[in-house]
């Protein structure tokens, strides 16, 4: 007999402190993706500022990105994007330097590996990236890397994946915690079920990593036409007066950062916050997840 | 008497289904679709497993290649106890078919198709969301689109020649382990689509479990991810405190009891699974139906 069902078990996202570790790996294909106006700096700054390890690992070498041209953009950008992980606290970046928005043909299997080899040898205990399901993503780069880092990250803890590994004397390790992002406004492909307050410091923090990125935000031109289109309304915004129109898009672009983050926090009933997938050590055996929560114990 | 007997016997022949379930590795089919499948034969249908991948990774302390021929061994073992009669191994590496032709596996899939004509397929959602698993996606995939190709004979064109007629499935299951939360949520109104359905596996509950337990390898190697786990976060879990075959066997049961109890929610049953099902109806637009 088949019985028709239809239930939602989706409910609102849930608050989620930091998980226990102390290491931190962020794969992301781009040089300006750890902080965005969908998440993530937030959280890396609240990581770092715990205390924790964080890596960034850049799969694309950003060519694309920005008005001057791929070699002078490539080069801009990783140097952006140094400056904003450190803004973050993040101790260092890799790129992959694949060749941006060409990741679509890559090898899969390739790219993974090299995900296998970092988190092997960083044995981070969350990552952060794009969420692989996410729906409507017209990025190529975020669907690839997030289709391989859905797999590296409990592959790596496979011994019989990739063993030449094991000759550099690194071990298999499994990343038990992920936080996924995507954007909340394509469809409904991604549908946060956690939160994160932030706290004021990691707000600002999340403001100057995005604003780093000079070559594809807090552009002036973008300030001026701000300030054309207001004066033809008869209208000023008081903090601009005075400022040059690359100190006025930079104080737009924070004030973006601080807009959304207060945005989730207002939709999650607190100051500041970011939104995620969040997936916790054994969601991965829904069948066992109720037992283990009952039956384990310290040691 | 005896002629009824035989009578009932062949109408039971005349109308029994023949299933073909494809799966990228066998817990994946054990553990989302093992009851109900073991229901359907028990009903008198006759069953074939075609099982894309070797399962050379999935394992503890073992190299690719025993863990391939112990998967393999043990797939037929749990088939057999779920009643399924002949498992077919297309024998791609486990991890890999992110980098193997879809159109390649598709066409493995469907010579499979057209060689037993199903009345029914079981195949892996490929829009389930969070399964890590990606192979379980692409095997969807690629089962999803051979049982649409099978029935157009511009596909595969020689198989004709080796008398491989065109054949259409009429009713589809995807199955998939409950990991996506909408996996409740019909796909949309409209009649074309899939629809979330649960099947009652409570009469097939202990022999799932034995298919579940058969398959030994990925059980140890689950079981020891979980201890090394708690281990590294100074827990224990009291059952895996000496992980053996009884303590494995007991958590391959839990297991098997967890996702019976998840599939049950909102139900009448006590124990059961949970597939989209494209029955009968399905691509006919109901417009079209009373005509």
């Known amino acids: 007999m088949i019985i028709p069902v239809i239930s939602i078990f989706l409910m609102a996202p849930r608050m989620v402190n930091l998980p226990p570790g102390k290491v931190l790996m962020v794969l992301q294909p781009h040089h300006d993706d750890h902080t965005t106006d969908y998440g993530m700096g937030g959280l890396i700054a609240k990581f770092t500022e715990a205390g924790w390890e964080a890596w960034y690992v850049r799969a694309s070498n950003d060519e694309k990105d920005g008005a001057n041209g791929y070699a002078h953009n490539d080069m801009i950008n990783l140097r952006e994007s140094l400056a904003g992980t450190r803004e973050l606290g993040m101790k260092g970046v890799y790129s992959l330097n694949w060749r941006n928005d060409y990741m679509d043909p890559i090898p899969l299997n390739e790219l993974r590996e090299q995900l296998i080899l970092l988190i092997r040898k960083h044995r981070p205990d969350v990552v952060l990236g794009h969420d692989p399901w996410g729906h409507y993503d017209r990025n190529p780069d975020h669907r690839k890397v997030a289709r391989a880092e859905a797999e590296a990250v409990w592959m790596a803890g496979l011994s019989n994946v990739h063993p030449e590994h094991f000759e550099l004397g690194l071990k298999p390790h499994r990343v038990p915690y992920r936080f996924y992002k995507a954007r909340v406004d394509y469809g409904r492909g991604h549908e946060a079920n956690a939160f994160v307050e932030l706290t004021e410091s990691q707000v600002r923090k999340k403001q100057k990593a995005y604003v780093a990125h000079r070559n594809v935000y807090a552009s002036p031109a973008m300030a001026r036409s701000v300030r054309q289109q207001l004066e033809a309304q008869g209208l000023v915004i008081p903090e601009l007066e005075g400022k040059s129109d690359e100190e006025a898009a930079v104080m737009i672009e924070e004030w973006h950062m601080d807009w959304i983050s207060r945005k989730r926090g207002a939709e999650n009933g607190v100051r500041y916050a970011e939104i995620y997938w969040f997936a916790d050590e054994f969601d991965s055996l829904p069948g066992l997840k109720e037992y283990l929560g009952a039956n384990v114990v310290k040691k | ?291």
Not at chain 2, 11 to 21: F, P, R
Not at chain 2, 178 to 189: A, C, I, K, M
Not at chain 2, 282 to 289: D, G, I, S
């Open chain 2, 1 to 291: 008497m005896r002629m009824l007997a035989l009578f009932l016997l062949l109408a039971a022949g005349l109308w029994a289904k023949t299933i073909l379930i494809v799966a990228a590795d066998a817990p994946d089919f054990v553990l989302a679709a093992g009851g109900a499948v073991a229901a359907m034969i028990e009903a008198g249908d006759r069953a074939i497993l075609v099982r894309v991948t070797n399962e050379d990774k999935d394992s503890y302390g073992l190299t690719a290649e025993e863990t391939a021929l112990r998967s393999r061994a043990e797939c037929e073992q749990a088939a057999g106890i779920l009643g399924i009669g002949k498992v077919v191994h297309l024998g791609y590496r486990a991890g890999e078919l992110g980098g193997v032709s879809p159109t390649e596996i598709r066409d493995r899939i469907l010579f499979q198709v057209r060689l037993h004509k199903p009345d029914v397929m079981f195949i892996p959602n490929p829009y389930a969301e969070y399964v890590e698993q990606l192979d379980r996606h692409y095997v969807g995939m690629a089962a999803e689109e051979a049982r649409r190709a099978a029935a157009l004979g511009n596909h595969q064109p020689p198989h004709e020649a080796v008398g491989l007629k065109t054949h259409h499935t009429p009713e589809l299951y995807y199955y998939a382990q409950p990991v996506d939360p909408r996996r409740r949520e019909p796909e949309s109104t409209a009649t074309f689509v899939p629809q979330p359905v649960v099947k009652d596996i409570a009469r097939t509950f202990a022999k799932k479990v034995r298919a579940a337990q058969a398959l030994k390898t990925s059980n140890h190697a689950m079981a020891m991810r979980v201890r090394e786990r708690l281990e590294a976060t100074g827990r224990r879990l009291p059952l895996l405190d000496t992980v053996d075959d009884a303590s494995v066997a007991k958590l391959a049961e839990l297991n098997v009891a967890g996702l019976a109890k998840i599939g049950a929610a909102d139900s009448p049953y006590r124990m059961a699974e949970e597939f989209h099902y494209a029955g009968k109806d399905f691509q006919v637009p109901e417009k079209l139906r009373a005509k």
